[in-house]
């Protein structure tokens, strides 16, 4: 999983929706370091692998939010959204750090 504890990271911003027929989400972690990022990664895809085999039989928009996912490594932060506007929002988050 992504999260052993709140403790690993320096940092944790999460949205998820209180509707569960939504695969929109976001997470921006502050890493306390550089060398956690390839495994927050992993963790981040497996995440996006997990929701698109939930959603895949029944709602195929949902399905191809997470096929535009964004997982945006800068330094010590990752970035992940699926909204339609994700690139959009991934610009942003690149213009404040």
Same mark, same amino acid.
């Given at each position: 999983? =992504?999260? *052993?504890? !709140?403790? +690993?990271?320096?940092?944790? =911003? /999460?949205? /998820?929706?209180?509707?569960?027929?939504? !695969?929109?989400?976001? =997470? =921006?972690?502050? #890493?306390?370091? @550089? %060398?956690?990022? %390839?495994?927050a990664? !992993?963790?981040?895809?497996? *995440? /996006?692998?997990?929701? +698109?085999? /939930?959603?895949?039989?029944? !709602?195929?928009?949902?399905?191809? #939010? #997470?096929?535009? @996912?964004?997982? %945006?490594?800068?330094?010590?932060? &990752?970035?992940? &959204?699926?909204?339609?506007? @994700?690139a959009? &929002? %991934?610009?942003?988050? *690149?213009?404040? #750090?």
């Open positions: 999983t =992504l999260f *052993r504890s !709140a403790d +690993d990271y320096e940092g944790v =911003l /999460i949205y /998820i929706p209180a509707n569960n027929m939504s !695969a929109c989400e976001a =997470l =921006l972690i502050k #890493l306390k370091s @550089a %060398d956690q990022s %390839d495994d990664a !992993a963790a981040i895809q497996d *995440r /996006i692998q997990s929701q +698109d085999q /939930i959603f895949r039989g029944y !709602a195929p928009e949902q399905v191809e #939010l #997470l096929e535009q @996912a964004v997982v %945006d490594v800068q330094g010590n932060y &990752i970035f992940y &959204i699926v909204d339609e506007s @994700a959009q &929002i %991934d610009e942003v988050f *690149r213009s404040v #750090l």
